[in-house]
């Protein structure tokens, strides 16, 4: 495990950008699994700047994010499918029809989540995953539970991460409370992990890679894979 200490989130989210944009170089056809939330926002940022500048080139890369909301259409501005339109695919040349997340409207979830899975199996696996991580250790939407669930499936949020997420939701009420996420299981078998981190989730980086690997705190579980990156900074 590399972890990489930055003084700022503009470095953070250059360095991850780098790292990123280092993946699209050496295969233009790779699948980049990614995330939503606060920590990504400045490296997409970047990747999108560097795409308009014509360093990087998205026509062939593949996407599939880690979770949607249960229950959103994408049209909503608080799905994760309109984020990630908004910070970044509309942002850079990649075609749409290679951008992929799970369907937080399908009727049977269940359905969803193992279509999901099959689809991320079918692209042939993730390259390259960036994740950030929930103040409770949550990776994707994995939170603190007994086992560490395997496959794409639906999950009930925390409380915990119901409030942190409420800050983007004008009312507490309106926060979606399921999701579908990947599981641990499909983010182990990505081979490369990216994990970014500002400087208030200290804390449980450290009990995340330092202590011990419970389905407890999620994110432990990277302690067992072969390439992980984690970038911290000091300061937001
Ligand atoms: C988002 C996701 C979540 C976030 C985490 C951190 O797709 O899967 O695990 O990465 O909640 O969110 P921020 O970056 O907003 O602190």
Do not use: W
């Amino acid at each position: 495990m590399r972890i990489l200490e930055t003084g700022s989130y503009q470095e953070m989210s250059v360095l991850a950008a780098g790292i990123l944009g280092a993946q699209v170089l050496l295969k233009p056809n790779c699948v980049l699994g990614l995330a939503t939330g606060s920590s990504p926002i400045g490296a997409y940022e970047e990747l999108s700047k560097n795409c308009q500048n014509g360093l990087l080139d998205f026509s062939q890369v593949r996407t599939v994010n880690l979770d949607e909301y249960c229950g959103l259409a994408p049209e909503n501005p608080q799905s994760y499918r309109y984020f990630m339109d908004q910070h970044l695919f509309s942002r850079i040349n990649i075609r749409k029809e290679n951008t992929h997340l799970p369907n937080g409207m399908a009727p049977d979830l269940e359905e969803e989540s193992r279509r999901y899975e099959a689809l991320i199996e079918g692209l042939g696996g993730v390259d390259l995953q960036l994740l950030g991580i929930g103040h409770n250790g949550h990776i994707g939407f994995n939170e603190p539970c007994s086992d560490f669930p395997r496959d794409v499936h639906q999950v009930q949020l925390t409380e915990s991460t119901i409030t942190a997420n409420s800050r983007l939701f004008s009312r507490r009420e309106d926060v979606p409370t399921t999701a579908i996420t990947m599981g641990i299981g499909t983010i182990l078998k990505a081979g490369k992990i990216l994990l970014i981190a500002g400087e208030e989730k200290k804390e449980i980086i450290e009990r995340s890679l330092f202590g011990k690997v419970t389905p407890q705190v999620p994110a432990s579980v990277l302690q067992l894979h072969r390439d992980v990156t984690v970038i911290t900074c000091k300061r937001s």
